[in-house]
């Protein structure tokens, strides 16, 4: 167990052979805690229409140069099939924020769907946002067990740094939803963006131990990248990190030493990874991470859910790279 000095110092050294060490016993406390298999979630960004304005993403309300989607049900329940027909265990429903009746509504039908073809076994993750803790009973009921939900940063006046101050960002209903997410008994994913715009090493310190804090059962944390239609992009020359691989070199310390914080957790090889090397998240998966989630949703929709530029899988196909580790095809991949 690293204390906030600890991961200071290792967030701060510069030295290959401590980075390669510290993944390898990453690696050896995921497959001892979590086995050698890697588990699936098939990715279903089934709506980019969100009533949010967080000032790093390309599908805020603002941003009128995207334009706007909600897959129909029988688009969303194809994926899913095709997910179940490919042995994936899981599905992560992921969209824009909207709190609204119809959508809520829409979602829970979905969600009894999926569970029906798939005679319960096809596991629901949901990533909707924030909802208030009766939606997300709804949808708990309709069969969906786990929830993502990043705080994107641990600190409150970091926060608004990133999101406007207004009703619809606050950050302590942000870190109550996750709690929220916890008490109904989701399995409850959180996590943190790095490298953003005056971010100090402290930050991502701090970050890592409110994870362990929150006591999260999975997380999934990727490096900011800018978006060209958003306010942030302004401050992307105030980066800490320019060099590609330098923010890789970050993406596997971060995974490393949570993986050492909390040996039983799910933790996610995230695409974004993939945007800084294109073995990003093979060498994620090689320090610490067990848990994948290859892009499912269709072809044609793909390239509107841009919430960051040169998001990849966009125009190439999603067929599962080789991986230099067995698959766990057909399981859920509870930690709990
Ligand atoms: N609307 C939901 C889920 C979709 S956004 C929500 O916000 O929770 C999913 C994640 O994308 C966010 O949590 C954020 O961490 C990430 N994201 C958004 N813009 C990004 C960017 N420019 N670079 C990297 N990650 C970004
Ligand atoms: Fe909407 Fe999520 Fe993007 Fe914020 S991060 S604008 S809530 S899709």
Redesign the pocket.
């Given at each position: 167990m690293f204390t906030r000095e600890e991961i200071i110092e290792i967030l701060t050294d510069e030295s290959d052979d401590n980075l390669s060490l510290l993944c390898s016993d990453a690696h050896r406390i995921r497959v001892e805690n979590r086995g050698e298999s890697i588990f699936l979630r098939a990715l279903i960004e089934f709506s980019n229409r969100?009533q949010?304005n967080?000032l790093?993403?390309?599908?805020r309300s603002s941003n009128i140069d995207t334009s706007r989607y909600i897959l129909s049900e029988d688009q969303i329940i194809d994926s899913a099939v095709k997910s179940y027909n490919s042995g994936y265990g899981s599905i992560v429903l992921?969209?824009?924020?909207r709190r609204d009746r119809e959508f809520i509504s829409f979602v829970t039908k979905v969600i009894k769907e999926i569970k029906r073809f798939s005679d319960n076994k096809l596991g629901i993750t949901l990533?909707?946002?924030e909802q208030n803790e009766e939606t997300y009973r709804e949808w708990f009921e309709a069969g969906a067990h786990r929830y993502?939900?990043?705080f994107?940063t641990s600190k409150e006046e970091n926060y608004y740094r990133l999101h406007p101050k207004d009703r619809f960002h606050s950050y302590s209903d942000r870190i109550n939803a996750i709690k929220t997410l916890k008490k109904i008994g989701y399995m409850t994913g959180s996590?943190?963006?790095y490298n953003l715009p005056n971010e100090r090493v402290e930050d991502i310190a701090d970050n890592l131990l409110f994870l362990k804090e929150l006591n999260v059962d999975m997380v999934g944390m990727?490096?900011?990248?800018?978006?060209h239609e958003?306010p942030l992009y302004e401050e992307r020359n105030l980066v800490r990190l320019k060099e590609k691989s330098d923010i890789m070199k970050l993406a596997l310390k971060s995974i490393a030493i949570l993986r050492h914080l909390m040996p039983h957790i799910n933790i996610a090889s995230t695409t974004?990874l993939q945007v800084i090397d294109n073995q990003g998240r093979e060498k994620a998966l090689a320090s610490g991470a067990n848990v994948l989630m290859p892009n499912l949703t269709p072809d044609t929709l793909r390239e509107n859910y841009s919430?960051?530029d040169n998001k990849p899988g966009v125009k190439e196909d999603s067929e599962l790279i080789s991986l230099p580790f067995p698959i766990a095809y057909n399981e859920c991949g509870d930690t709990i």
């Open positions: 969100c949010k967080c790093y993403c390309g599908l992921q969209s824009g924020e990533s909707c946002g993502l939900l990043r994107e996590g943190f963006m990727g490096p900011y990248i800018p978006h958003t974004a919430i960051y």
